[in-house]
């Protein structure tokens, strides 16, 4: 679709690589309502951007439904939906204080992989209703993953599974999504500069930066909001998953 067409919804908006890719669809000319769980940071994105927000869980299926209708009404319409919201769920499977507690193991699948499925059926079922445009195109799903799920670190069991399964599910979904000409893509981000590194001791950074091939340093918000929009504007990009990190392959720690 043409950049001008976009009428996308982001989840994980107020922060991070979702806010980097709702600045860059607006930027071309698109429309954008920013969904997140954290009310202030999203009041505050959205006044500066002069959007829509609306705060919602993406593990609630019922409130994820209404929201998207809600967003579809204030957009004229929705053609995209590009899922960014997640959590590291960092830990070990055998820890200092015991194993890791189910919950917490469950909670990152439920968010992460759960939480993109969630948006994505809800999406879909509004998009199927869009009249189609060139090659009969309603609407396009992407969702981030991430090379954790292909080179999961030592206390990343629950993060590389929940980014596995996002993985995973992206080709079947778009095979059957093929009939109402929605497209579903996945980005697979390596080691980005997100406000989760903000405050990281100096050296620490410098050899995360160092692991990096080429070019040595973290990956910018506005690369993987490129990422997206070429997603958007490429049809023939459909049930892939796009790595975008430097050439890095994670070590075992």
Same mark, same amino acid.
């Given at each position: 679709?043409?950049?001008?067409?976009?009428?996308?919804?982001?989840?994980? @908006?107020?922060?991070?690589?979702?806010?980097?890719?709702?600045?860059?669809?607006?930027?071309?000319?698109?429309? =954008?309502? !920013?969904? $997140?769980?954290?009310?202030?940071?999203?009041?505050?994105?959205?006044?500066?951007?002069?959007?829509?927000?609306?705060?919602?869980?993406?593990?609630?299926?019922?409130?994820?439904?209404?929201? +998207?209708?809600?967003?579809?009404?204030? !957009? @004229?319409?929705?053609?995209?939906?590009?899922?960014?919201?997640?959590?590291?769920?960092?830990?070990?499977?055998?820890?200092? $204080?015991?194993? %890791?507690?189910?919950?917490?193991?469950?909670?990152?699948? %439920?968010?992460? +992989?759960?939480?993109?499925?969630?948006?994505?059926?809800?999406?879909?079922?509004?998009?199927?209703?869009?009249?189609?445009?060139?090659?009969?195109?309603?609407?396009?799903?992407?969702?981030?993953?991430?090379?954790?799920?292909?080179?999961?670190?030592?206390?990343?069991?629950?993060?590389?599974?929940?980014?596995?399964?996002?993985?995973?599910?992206?080709?079947?979904?778009? #095979?059957?999504?093929? #009939?109402?000409?929605?497209?579903?893509?996945?980005?697979?981000?390596?080691?980005?500069?997100?406000?989760? =590194?903000?405050? %990281?001791?100096?050296? =620490?950074?410098?050899?995360?930066?160092?692991? =990096?091939?080429?070019?040595?340093?973290?990956?910018?918000?506005?690369?993987?909001?490129?990422?997206?929009?070429?997603? !958007?504007?490429?049809?023939?990009?459909?049930?892939?998953?796009?790595?975008? $990190?430097?050439?890095?392959?994670?070590?075992?720690?």
């Amino acid at each position: 679709m043409q950049p001008d067409q976009v009428k996308a919804v982001v989840t994980g @908006g107020a922060s991070g690589l979702g806010l980097a890719v709702a600045e860059k669809l607006l930027a071309d000319g698109g429309q =954008v309502v !920013l969904l $997140d769980v954290n009310q202030a940071a999203g009041e505050e994105q959205a006044a500066r951007l002069g959007v829509q927000f609306l705060r919602v869980d993406v593990t609630d299926e019922e409130a994820i439904s209404a929201t +998207l209708e809600l967003a579809s009404s204030a !957009l @004229g319409g929705l053609n995209a939906a590009i899922s960014c919201a997640g959590v590291l769920g960092a830990g070990r499977v055998l820890g200092r $204080d015991g194993p %890791m507690k189910l919950k917490s193991f469950a909670t990152t699948v %439920m968010i992460n +992989l759960v939480g993109s499925f969630n948006v994505a059926k809800a999406a879909a079922n509004l998009m199927q209703h869009n009249a189609p445009g060139e090659d009969n195109e309603r609407g396009v799903i992407i969702n981030t993953a991430s090379i954790a799920a292909y080179e999961g670190q030592i206390g990343q069991a629950a993060y590389a599974a929940s980014k596995g399964g996002v993985v995973g599910m992206t080709l079947p979904m778009a #095979r059957e999504f093929a #009939r109402i000409g929605v497209r579903v893509m996945t980005v697979a981000p390596g080691v980005f500069h997100t406000p989760m =590194v903000d405050g %990281m001791p100096p050296d =620490v950074y410098a050899s995360l930066c160092a692991q =990096v091939p080429f070019p040595s340093r973290l990956g910018a918000a506005p690369e993987f909001a490129d990422t997206v929009a070429f997603i !958007l504007s490429n049809r023939y990009l459909n049930g892939g998953t796009i790595r975008i $990190d430097g050439a890095i392959r994670l070590q075992p720690k």
